[in-house]
């Protein structure tokens, strides 16, 4: 059975910075778009990156882009996320997704995990 998993959210101070993890099992990403997307309480949801299947590109979201970086182990299924100069608005569940394209990681992911959840407050 397909799945993802995320670890290592939690609270961060304004200016700080964290890592996420994500583990998958039951697909390979190398067949597969993989990134975070994050949904903020009462918002929809907000692409963060994205690796393109097609050209393993990477793809950030606007309000992200110079601000993290992302790795991913194809061989072991993981991915991981360093996010850095936190803010108030960064606050969020963020989601690892599996999805046919970048363009559809929000609208239409074909797996996706539970959600870790990052809170910036001091």
């Known amino acids: 059975q397909e799945q993802m998993v995320e670890s290592g959210g939690g609270l961060v101070q304004p200016g700080g910075s964290l890592r996420l993890s994500c583990a998958g099992s039951?697909?390979?990403?190398?067949?597969?778009?993989i990134g975070w997307f994050r949904q903020a309480p009462g918002k929809t949801r907000e692409a963060v990156v994205c690796?393109?299947?097609?050209?393993?590109?990477?793809y950030y979201g606007d309000a992200v882009k110079d601000r993290l970086s992302i790795w991913v182990d194809a061989a072991k299924n993981s991915l991981g996320l360093h996010m850095k100069d936190l803010r108030a608005g960064d606050t969020a569940v963020y989601y690892c997704?599996?999805?046919?394209?970048?363009?559809?990681?929000?609208?239409?992911?074909?797996?996706w995990g539970q959600g870790t959840q990052v809170t910036v407050a001091t």
């Open positions: 690796i393109s299947s097609d050209d393993r590109l990477a």
């Open positions: 039951g697909f390979r990403f190398d067949d597969y778009s």
């Open positions: 997704a599996a999805t046919q394209t970048c363009h559809l990681v929000t609208s239409e992911p074909t797996f």
